[in-house]
C-alpha cells in the first residue's frame, strides 16, 4: 500500500542555455531583499554579525509580533584568533527599505546599522531592484610593516555594477568612525588596501556597498546616482612579527576558486574542501563564516599541510537566494588571503497541475503531464543514473524510482531524513543547442517525528579502535650510545634543513665530520666542561603494525615553563644545518643529532618540547607524508589516518659534563589511557504504515573537541619523569613524557 508520507516536487526549471564605529563587533553584513508584497517599501534583512568572546545570547533581537527569525544551529560558526576568539551571530527581520538603527547583542556587542534600499522598479526588467550582497570574511589579521590588501567578494542579482566607499558619518550611515590613514580603498574593484603602517592593536573598517546602472566605459556618466546601498563593517588586526611578510598559509589544488558560484537545487548537496600550504607555522584553526547548517568536519592540520570538508544541504528555508561562505586558515601569527564562494538557491518554476509524486515502501513514483513540457524532448532525459528507465505516452511521463538505486542520494536536511533524485535533460557534450532543457528535482522526506528506532546508524571508530594503547617518550643520549646504539654509532644522516626546492639528502658522517660517532670519545671528558654533541629520540609505544610516528616540531628552552623557545624542528623540518635527522628502518622511532654549538644555547640547561601524530595507511602500499618532503600534499594526507597532535617533553638537559651516573640507570615508560568517546548514533524509521529506510547512507557529523566549547570535555595530563642515561650519559637527564591521552572523535583524522 502506498503511503503518501511527504510529496515533494520542488521546481521546474526551463533553462535556454565594522561592528558599528563606536561599538565592538568584530565584522557586520545586511543582505537586503524587497517584499513584492508592498512594492519594495520593506525588505528581508538578513544579518550576520561577528561578536568577541564570550559569545553572546541571541535574546532581544525578535519583538513579539514582528516578522523575525533566528538562527540557531548545531554547527556554529566561532574562532580563536584573535584573541580572546570570536563567533558568528545571525538572523533576519523585516524592516523598512530605509533603515537606520542600534542593535545590541548581549552586553558587550553594539553596532550601528544604515541601510538604503528605497523601493525601485527596474525599466529594464520591471521587477524590484535588488541591492547588492557581500561576503563577510573572518576577522580580518595583519602585520605591521607589511602591506596587505583584502578583496571583498560582492555580487548583484541584477547584474549591476557595484561600488564600495566609505560610510560617513555625515550622512548619518555610522556614528563617529574616523577614516585610519593605514587604511585605503579602490571603491570599483571592492578592495581594501592596508598600508602596513600602522601599530599593533585591532581596528575598525566602516563601508558601503552601492549597486549603479552599468554603462560602457566610452560613456560619460552624467547622473548614475547609486540604486541602493547596504553597510558592511570589518575589522583588522595587526600584530608584531619578525618573519617575512610573503609567509602567510596559501590556498592549495581542490580548493574552490575566490568568488566562484555554484547552483544549487532543492535538498541537494553541496560539498568541498579547504586546503591550505604554510610553509612557517601550523594551520591552528579554519575560520569559516557561511550559511546556517553549513557542516566543517575532519579538519586536519599535518605539519604544513591543513584540510577540512565544508558541507551544505538545501533544505526548505527563508534565506536569502545568495548565500556567501568564507573561510581563512590561521596559525598563530598568521593568516591566509580569506577566500570566498557563493552558494546560488535556484528559483523553482510553479508545477503545473496533474504533476504527481508518491512515497512507497521501496521506491517514489513520478507522473508528470506532457503537456507541461514544452520543446523537451523526451528521449534526453534521465535520472541520475542512465540505466534507469523513464516511460512516456502521449499524455503522461512516469518514472519508478528505487531508494537505493537510480543515483538516488540520502541527505539530512536538519532533523529530517530526505531521499533525492533528479529528472534532467541530458546530451551528448560535443552538441550545442539553444533549445530548452528540463530540471526537475524531485525528493522525498521522512519527518522528524518519525526519525526514531534502530535503522540508521553511524559508527567512528575511535584512536584506541585504530591505534590500540599507545604513550610517547623523549630520551637524550650521546651518539653511539642507547637503545638505538646500532643506528647512532657509525650514523647514516640525512639534512631536513627547508629550502627552495626543500633539501632532503643524505650525508655520510655526523655534522660534517668525516669520522662516524663511535660513543667512545667521552669518557676522558673534563667534568664542567661543554657538551657539544647529542641525540635527541623520540619513541611511539604503540604495538599495531604499519604505525608511523610523525614529528611535526621540536622547541627547545631553558626553562621549564617554556617562557622562551628556540626551535629545532618546525613542519617536520629542521630549523637550522644544527640538526640532522638519523637514518633507521624503525618506522616508530626518530632521532636527531644536535650541535649544540651551533643551537646557541643559553646556561647550563635544557629542556625540549616536540608535537607528534601516529599515522596509518589506509592501503598497505603507501607510506604515510614525509613532512618535510615537496612530495608532500593533500593526497597524502587524505589518504591516512592519523591521532590528534599530542606534545611531548623532556626533563631537564645538562649542558655540561657532571658527575658519573649509577651503573644501572632506569627508564620510567607509563602506558597511556584513553578514553573512548560516546558513539555517535543517529537512527531512523518510519511508521507502520511506511516504507522501510535504507541504511546506506552518508551524513556530515560534528562532535567535541578540545578546542570548542561542547558538553564533551576533553583532557590531556602530562607526566614528566625524570631518569639517567645509560654509561657515560651520566649527568644527561632523561625524561620520559607520558600523556593521558581523552579522545574526541573530530579530533581523530579520520577520513
Not at 558587550?108 to 522598479?121: C, D, E, G, H
Request: contains cysteine.
Amino acid at each position: 500500500m502506498l503511503l503518501r508520507l511527504c510529496v515533494l516536487v520542488q521546481g521546474l526549471t526551463l533553462l535556454l542555455s565594522g561592528p558599528a564605529c563606536e561599538a565592538s563587533s568584530l565584522g557586520m553584513t545586511v543582505h537586503a531583499v524587497p517584499l513584492e508584497s508592498d512594492g519594495g517599501k520593506t525588505v528581508r534583512a538578513h544579518f550576520t554579525v561577528i561578536a568577541p568572546a564570550p559569545c553572546p545570547a541571541l535574546t532581544g533581537l525578535c519583538a513579539e509580533g514582528e516578522d523575525c527569525l533566528v538562527h540557531k544551529t548545531a554547527f556554529p560558526f566561532n574562532g580563536t584568533k584573535p584573541q580572546p576568539g570570536w563567533c558568528v551571530r545571525q538572523w533576519q527581520k523585516n524592516v523598512p527599505s530605509d533603515y537606520t538603527g542600534s542593535i545590541s547583542l548581549g552586553s558587550n556587542t553594539k553596532f550601528y546599522v544604515s541601510l538604503k534600499a528605497r523601493p525601485l522598479v527596474r525599466e529594464n526588467t520591471g521587477r524590484l531592484n535588488h541591492p547588492a550582497f557581500v561576503a563577510l570574511p573572518p576577522p580580518l589579521r595583519a602585520r605591521v610593516d607589511c602591506p596587505h590588501h583584502f578583496s571583498l567578494s560582492v555580487k548583484d542579482l541584477d547584474g549591476d555594477r557595484v561600488r564600495c566607499r566609505f560610510a560617513q558619518d555625515d550622512q548619518g550611515e555610522c556614528v563617529s568612525c574616523p577614516r585610519h590613514s593605514f587604511i585605503e580603498l579602490d571603491q570599483e574593484k571592492c578592495v581594501v588596501r592596508f598600508t602596513g603602517k600602522a601599530a599593533a592593536g585591532t581596528y575598525f573598517i566602516y563601508l558601503m556597498v552601492e549597486d549603479l546602472i552599468p554603462v560602457p566605459k566610452n560613456v560619460h556618466e552624467q547622473d548614475n546616482t547609486p540604486l541602493s546601498a547596504v553597510p558592511v563593517h570589518l575589522s583588522l588586526t595587526v600584530d608584531e612579527s619578525s618573519t617575512s611578510c610573503s609567509d602567510e598559509p596559501v590556498a592549495m589544488d581542490d580548493t574552490p576558486e575566490e568568488d566562484s558560484t555554484q547552483f544549487v537545487l532543492p535538498f541537494q548537496e553541496v560539498k568541498f574542501n579547504g586546503n591550505f600550504m604554510s610553509v612557517l607555522e601550523s594551520v591552528l584553526e579554519m575560520a569559516v563564516v557561511g550559511p546556517p547548517g553549513l557542516f566543517r568536519v575532519g579538519f586536519k592540520s599535518i605539519g604544513p599541510l591543513s584540510t577540512m570538508t565544508m558541507a551544505w544541504v538545501r533544505s526548505e528555508n527563508k534565506l536569502a537566494p545568495l548565500l556567501p561562505l568564507c573561510f581563512a586558515a590561521n596559525t598563530k601569527s598568521l593568516q591566509s588571503e580569506p577566500r570566498c564562494v557563493w552558494l546560488y538557491q535556484r528559483e523553482m518554476k510553479t508545477l503545473p497541475a496533474g504533476t504527481e509524486l508518491k512515497c512507497g515502501k521501496t521506491e517514489m513514483s513520478l507522473v508528470l503531464p506532457i503537456a507541461s513540457l514544452t520543446n523537451i524532448k523526451l528521449d534526453e532525459l534521465q535520472l541520475n543514473s542512465p540505466t534507469c528507465p523513464v516511460s512516456y505516452n502521449d499524455t503522461h511521463l512516469t518514472a519508478s524510482i528505487p531508494l537505493s538505486g537510480c543515483g538516488t542520494k540520502t541527505v539530512h536536511a536538519g532533523s529530517e531524513l530526505v531521499y533525492t533524485n533528479t529528472l534532467q535533460s541530458v546530451r551528448p557534450y560535443t552538441m550545442v543547442s539553444r533549445k530548452p532543457v528540463l530540471i526537475l528535482p524531485l525528493a522525498c522526506r521522512i519527518p522528524a517525528s518519525q526519525v526514531k528506532g534502530p535503522q540508521y546508524k553511524i559508527d567512528i571508530p575511535t584512536e584506541k579502535e585504530v591505534f590500540g594503547e599507545y604513550s610517547f617518550e623523549i630520551q637524550l643520549f650521546f651518539p653511539g650510545e642507547g637503545p638505538m646504539a646500532n643506528y647512532t654509532k657509525f650514523a647514516k644522516l640525512r639534512t631536513i634543513v627547508r629550502s627552495s626546492p626543500r633539501t632532503r639528502r643524505e650525508v655520510g658522517s655526523p655534522l660534517g665530520s668525516n669520522r662516524p660517532s663511535t660513543g667512545s670519545t667521552n669518557s676522558n671528558v673534563i667534568i664542567g666542561s661543554k657538551i657539544n654533541q647529542i641525540d635527541l629520540h623520540i619513541l611511539a609505544n604503540c604495538s599495531i603494525k604499519r604505525t608511523e610516528l610523525l614529528v611535526s616540531q621540536c622547541l627547545e628552552s631553558e626553562t621549564e615553563d617554556f617562557a622562551v623557545t628556540r626551535p629545532i624542528l618546525n613542519q617536520g623540518c629542521a630549523a637550522s644545518n644544527s640538526t640532522l635527522e638519523v637514518v633507521t628502518t624503525e618506522s616508530n622511532y626518530k632521532i636527531y643529532r644536535l650541535d649544540l654549538n651551533s643551537l646557541d644555547t643559553k646556561g647550563s640547561t635544557m629542556y625540549v618540547e616536540c608535537t607528534v601524530n601516529l599515522c596509518i595507511t589506509t592501503l598497505p602500499s603507501q607510506k604515510c607524508p614525509d613532512l618535510c618532503s615537496k612530495s608532500f600534499n593533500t593526497r597524502t594526507v587524505v589518504g591516512s589516518v592519523f591521532t590528534k597532535s599530542y606534545p611531548v617533553r623532556s626533563g631537564p638537559l645538562s649542558l655540561v659534563y657532571t658527575t658519573r651516573a649509577p651503573a644501572a640507570p632506569t627508564t620510567i615508560t607509563i602506558p597511556t589511557t584513553t578514553t573512548i568517546p560516546t558513539t555517535t548514533t543517529t537512527t531512523t524509521t518510519t511508521t507502520p504504515t511506511t516504507t522501510t529506510i535504507p541504511t546506506t547512507t552518508t551524513i556530515p557529523t560534528t562532535t567535541t573537541t578540545t578546542t570548542t566549547t561542547t558538553p564533551t570535555t576533553t583532557t590531556t595530563t602530562t607526566t614528566t619523569s625524570t631518569s639517567h642515561a645509560p654509561g657515560q650519559m651520566s649527568f644527561v637527564a632523561v625524561g620520559v613524557i607520558l600523556t593521558t591521552l581523552s579522545i574526541s572523535l573530530q579530533n581523530m583524522f579520520l577520513d
